[in-house]
């Protein structure tokens, strides 16, 4: 009966990137995915690599940080061993805010100035005495991050099950032996909870995670150039891609399960980048989606070791799946090999909700 190390439950970017680096320092790793490899959450993701204090929760802060730190260095080697281009772009995010004052956003310090004036950064953006301020951010196309994620761990020999549905970890005198799922079972001495929004299906500890539904939309730019950086604005946000592709996003909703989109939220999000960029109105719509974050009670992943000796947890990364799949494949995969990881993970323990 052929057995592995680590079983990793699910195929998204966390459970993908942490299987990478559990198999770089030598052990043998199974991922087991439910559907189709990077097709859930990271599929649908928007990419901003926020990692400022404007959206993030006090204890994720440092996480973010450092994980946006990793990213060139993390994109570079995934680019180099896969072969595949990974669309990291530098130029940083125009925050349009809401009606109040801009100096008294929270994470607002003289170095988030505009570098120039609005009108030389963005032409094509409305102004309409907007006040903006700059941060210095990155943003990736998560679905090629995700190919080279794959890739990499498949040439890594990372062994990969799809369509197979993880009902179940196996226990045998209060330790974990491996999964059941809907079609045979997997066996190994350790297992990691990957299954983001899914995660709280799992018996035997059910995880408070829950789907939040974000709907998005892709336009074809007339130019590519029309729109170099991330613009947020109170009512969409826009993230250019390289080859001319223009995301617009996204709602948050809590609509269980369900991934359908819905025209009328579409067509608002539409209407909310044509206000900013007028000469979107020549953009052609190539698609939209809905996508279901892994949601937590408090808004803060799930990171670490179970009551159950072998069994560990790394999920409900809610909006920061992309952001944070450096720095939870690195601080993880130590817990995981029995090594102190550097940073103090007892703000996302799993047995904060027992």
């Known amino acids: ?3 592995w190390d680590v079983i990793v439950i699910g195929g998204g970017i966390i459970g993908l990137s942490l299987a990478l680096a559990l198999r770089r320092r030598g052990a043998t790793v199974l991922v087991v995915e439910r ?3 990077g097709r859930e959450a990271s599929h649908a993701a928007g990419g901003m690599l926020v990692d400022c204090g404007l959206e993030l929760p006090e204890p994720l802060q440092p996480l973010a940080a450092s994980s946006a730190r990793m990213y060139p260095d993390f994109v570079h080697e995934l680019q180099l061993e896969s072969g595949i281009n990974v669309d ?5 995010t125009i925050v349009i805010p809401p009606p109040e004052h801009v100096h008294e956003r929270p994470g607002f310090t003289v170095n988030s100035l505009l570098p120039a004036p609005l009108s030389e950064l963005e032409p094509a953006l409305v102004e309409r005495g907007r006040q903006a301020f700059y941060l210095k951010e990155r943003s990736v196309d998560p679905r090629g991050l995700v190919a080279a994620v794959l890739k990499t761990a498949k040439l890594r020999g990372v062994d990969l099950s ?5 009902t179940a970890v196996i226990m045998t005198e209060d330790r974990i032996t491996g999964v059941s799922t809907n079609k045979t079972s997997f066996h190994a001495s350790k297992v990691v909870n990957c ?6 299906k799992i018996a035997p500890h059910r995880f408070p995670t829950r789907p939040v539904k974000g709907q998005m939309l892709c336009l074809i730019m007339p130019s590519r150039t029309m729109v170099k950086h ?12 390289s080859d001319g592709r223009l995301l617009v996003g996204a709602t948050v909703e809590e609509a269980g399960f ?7 939220t579409i067509q608002h999000l539409h209407r909310a980048a044509l206000d900013l960029v007028p000469q979107l109105r020549d953009a052609k719509i190539l698609e939209d989606w809905a996508g279901l974050r892994p949601g937590t009670p408090d808004a803060l992943p799930i990171l670490g070791p179970t009551e159950t000796s072998g069994y560990y947890v790394a999920t409900g990364h809610f909006r920061d799946g992309i952001l944070l799949a450096p720095i939870t494949a690195k601080l993880m995969s130590a817990v995981i090999e029995g090594r102190a990881p550097e940073r103090d993970l007892s703000a996302f323990s799993p047995a904060r909700f027992q």
């Open 258 to 264: 369900d991934k359908r989109t819905d025209p009328a």
């Open 230 to 241: 991330v613009i947020r604005s109170p009512h969409a946000y826009l993230i250019p891609r």
């Open 195 to 200: 299954a983001g929004a899914w995660s709280g």
């Open 88 to 92: 990291l772009r530098d130029y940083g």
């Open 162 to 166: 799809s369509g197979h549905e993880v």
């Open 1 to 3: 009966m052929k057995t």
């Open 35 to 37: 559907g189709e490899p």
